[in-house]
């Protein structure tokens, strides 16, 4: 526009030599603006193209990890599942063999939980199964991990245990499961839904493995369902720092 307004009134141009250059100019001008054009709208696309697809990693990446939260995570109590034990807990026995620190585990079983599935049915068992899940993590320690089992069985991880911490939080979370008062009338007019519970505690070393620890806790959990249900009880494991503080048949009950 600049040129064109210095061009028109210039009279010494001949015109035909003016309408050359007009429509040079004009021509120039044009194929300019039509190229800049183009240019930006590619430039623009080319953005909402990487934005869209920022966008787009983004959902997946929320997906994904939904999908891996959903992956180990019980869907019924909102607990850890088996599968999130079984990649924790080997990295815990590495940290306690490490630290040279003792392991502890309790497994836990709901008693008679099959009488009251068929007195009350498989609806009210699932919210039988919800309450103690509530009441066992809100009694366990922040730092150990919860785990839904399998069924009525859960599971206890406790790092930095001993077997003196071992043993009142096991008898804690049996008490506060006990002060639900949930009726088994499965069992009997009074009866009401308790836990037994198997506690091992272990000091990590090269020759052991985290299948040892599980076992004996299984195994704890067995004695107490034997002799009598609603209670703890533990059995000693080698590796312990001091023989004495083992745990070798006991067992405490609500009794």
Known sequence: MIILVFVLPYEAMPPEVKRLAIFTIMATGFFTLAANYRLERSERAAYLHVLREKIRSGYYLQDNQELSRLSVTDPLTNLANRRQFDAIMPVRWKEAMEKNTCLGLMVIDIDNFKAYNDYYGH?????????????????????????????????????????????????????????????????????????????????????????????????????AKRNGRNRIWGISLPDLPNGDDAVDGLSRSAQ
């Open 123 to 223: 609806q009210a068992g699932d919210q039988c199964l919800c309450r103690v899940a509530a009441s066992l993590e809100a009694t366990s320690r922040d730092a150990d991990l919860v785990v839904r089992f399998g069924g009525e069985e859960f599971v206890v991880l406790m790092a930095n245990a001993s077997p003196e911490a071992i043993q009142p939080a096991a008898e804690r979370i049996r008490c506060s499961v006990e002060a639900l008062q949930i009726p088994n009338h499965g069992v009997s007019n009074q009866g009401i839904v308790t836990i037994s519970v198997g506690i091992a505690v272990q000091t990590p070393t090269v020759g052991a493995s985290p299948a040892e620890l599980l076992s004996q806790a299984d195994a704890a959990l067995y004695e």
